[in-house]
């Protein structure tokens, strides 16, 4: 049965351009998936703990040597790499904060990174690949090719490393110029936030429609 993970991670609420484009995607998988499943988690909403000198050495420790704190964190990241294992197909929010992922979104990828569970300690390689990592990215700016700040989105380029000893590839449709509608400054670019907000949408909308030869 087809397994839907769906992540969102802004801090925004229903204001959230992330988080209608996650909406939208997952509402398009529904139907193109009738008999699929969904397990939802909100990090803005519900944050995991940051990695911490408690905690985080679990990842360091046979789990027979944890001390409590690092078995608490060693079981929860057991449980987002089995949500992950479990999915045939992923979808993440991740808008750009501060030029960068909300620390959420790092947060849940450092937990990800597991030696045995994600990871395989004998070879380095990914133990996630083969499961679909849409990322629905929404930036307040424009930060295309040829902008006075191409370069300064530190998110989309990250991620792919990050995950990258996980296996996971993740591949991303973009929606910039997001502050358009309100900021003042930012007026004169209305038009071009809504074309790039409605080339995201069209290709979410064609993500899973079928192909007709």
């Known amino acids: 049965m087809p397994h839907l993970l ?3 991670s802004s801090i925004q609420g229903e204001c959230s351009v ?17 008999g699929g499943t969904v397990t939802y988690r909100d990090l803005g909403a519900e944050p995991l703990p940051h990695l911490d000198s408690e905690s985080g050495t679990a990842r360091m ?6 001390t409590p704190a690092q ?26 904060y501060n030029f960068g992922p909300p620390s959420t979104v790092k947060a849940w990828v450092d937990h990800l990174v597991a030696p045995g569970l994600s ?7 990914g133990m996630l690949g083969g499961r679909d990592l849409l990322v629905l990215v929404a930036r307040g700016g424009g930060y295309a090719p040829g902008t ?46 809504a074309e790039s907000l409605a080339s995201a949408e069209r290709a979410i909308d064609a993500l899973w429609s079928p192909v007709i030869a």
């Open 18 to 34: 992330s988080r209608k484009l996650t909406a939208r995607a997952a509402s398009a998988w529904r139907v193109a998936h009738p």
């Open 61 to 66: 420790v046979p789990p027979e040597q944890h």
């Open 6 to 8: 769906h992540i969102d």
């Open 148 to 193: 006075p700040r191409e370069g300064w989105d530190h998110a989309e380029p990250w991620l792919p490393h990050a995950l990258s000893l996980t296996g996971l590839e993740p591949r991303f449709i973009t929606a910039e110029l997001t502050l358009a509608e309100v900021n003042p400054q930012m007026a004169e670019l209305k038009p071009l936030a």
């Open 71 to 96: 078995a608490a964190s060693w079981e929860l990241t057991k449980e987002l790499v089995e949500e992950v294992l479990a999915a045939d197909t992923i979808l993440l929010g991740l808008p750009l």
């Open 119 to 125: 990871v395989d300690p004998a070879t380095m390689t």
